[in-house]
Structures are given as C-alpha cells and as structure tokens.
C-alpha cells in the first residue's frame, strides 16, 4: 500500500498524558498537513510542512502541540498534557509540489484520540 | 461568519435523482478550490478540483463563480454508493497558507 499511513489508529489516554502520533506521506510528495477533526464538522488545519520546514502553523496549535518532520519524510505529532478537548481524529495528509501550490491532498486513515 | 459556508443538510434523495451543493467562501484570494468526500468514519477521499472554467467527471459536475465567490457540485443519477458527506475545500496564500473545509454537506441516497 503505497498511500499515506497513521499510527497509531486508535489511542486512549488519561488527561495530562502526552501523546505522539505518527505519519508517513506518500513516498514522493514533499508537503505534508496535521489536521483536527471533531465529530459533524469539516477537518481543521492545524500545521504544515514542505519538506523538513514547517512553513505554516495554525493559532488551533497550542504550546502543548508539536510537530516534526526531521528528514523530511515521516512526521510526528505530540500533544503535552492531553485535555479531553483534545479528544478528536487527527488526520494526515500529503500532497506533491509539482503541479501548482498546494493541489490535491491524500489523507491518511487518521488516529482517533480519546482523553479520559 | 465562517471563512467556509456549505448548507449542512441532509439532503435525501432518491436514486436517479439530481442533487446539487453549493459552497461560500469569504476569502477573494482564496487561490484553489475542492469537493472531498467523505464517508461515515473515514478519511476525507478527493472527488474533484473545481476550475474557473468548470469541469465534469462522469455524473460529477463542478463549477467555481469567481464573482459571487461560490463553487457548486453537480451530481447526476444518484447510486446508494453518493451516499457521503461532501466536503467543500478552499486554499489560499495570503497572510500564510491555510486549506479550510467546510463543516460538509450530508447526502442520503435511498433505493
């Protein structure tokens, strides 16, 4: 399977735990996107990245939010200090930098968080 | 006033039918334009981009009105399978990257 991919899928944890996500883009693309999604709305974007350099961060992206993508190929997504306000799906997702600014993205299957 | 507006519906139609979606947006800069789909606990899936100058794939029609700062999806001779929430996608480069979706559109296709 050669498209974007999370891990974990699915994660429980305890309010004031940290969390860290996992995402591998599809293998050529250069941009890769964290998003949020709670349940009856659209994705919201939380930070993105061209190769290594995160180029953009959303104000959603609070201090206890990080994101890395130190080769420029997988990124992770850690979460500080969890708060059940985080409890949603964060989704992935990759795009090529050929073909124009920020054309089509592919998501991943995303990880459900759950805080408790 | 959200920076992406779609009516949340649902729609309920019945198979066969034609069903259109329209989409706001607010930014006039706003620089690339996309329906998503996305079914019941999974990941958004890419329908189509929106042109200025509209395109269509298969029963998939997608107009962009620069002007009144709106785009539309078309869908002809609805299967069960329509049965999805559409996403409306809206890229911009000004004041920093952002790509905003709209809340979705909920779609019910019934036999």
């Known amino acids: 399977d050669t498209g974007v991919s999370q891990d974990p899928r699915h994660k429980i944890t305890k309010r004031g735990q940290n969390v860290t996500f996992r995402c591998d883009p599809i293998s050529e693309h250069n941009r890769l996107y964290w998003y949020r999604q709670t349940l009856g709305q659209g994705p919201e974007f939380l930070t993105y990245?061209?190769?290594?350099?995160?180029?953009?961060k959303s104000r959603l992206l609070s201090d206890r939010f990080s994101a890395e993508r130190p080769k420029g190929s997988f990124s992770t997504l850690e979460i500080q200090r969890t708060e059940q306000g985080d409890s949603a799906m964060y989704l992935c997702?990759?795009?090529?930098?050929?073909?124009?600014?920020?054309?089509?993205?592919?998501f991943g299957p995303g990880t459900r968080l759950t805080v408790l | 006033r959200k920076e992406v507006e779609q009516d949340p519906g649902p729609f309920n139609v019945p198979e066969g039918a034609t069903v259109a979606f329209n989409c706001t947006y607010s930014n006039s800069a706003s620089q690339s334009f996309f329906w998503y789909r996305q079914d019941c606990r999974k990941e958004p899936k890419l329908l189509m981009s929106v042109y200025s100058s509209g395109n269509e794939d298969g029963r998939f029609t997608a107009q962009l009105n620069r002007a009144s700062q709106y785009i539309s999806l078309l869908i002809r001779d609805s299967k069960l399978s329509d049965s999805a929430t559409y996403l409306c996608v809206v890229t911009t480069n000004t004041g920093g990257f952002k790509t905003i979706f709209g809340a979705g559109t909920r779609l019910f296709v019934k036999a």
């Open positions: 990245f061209q190769n290594e350099a995160q180029l953009e």
């Open positions: 997702a990759s795009s090529s930098l050929a073909g124009g600014p920020h054309n089509e993205q592919f």
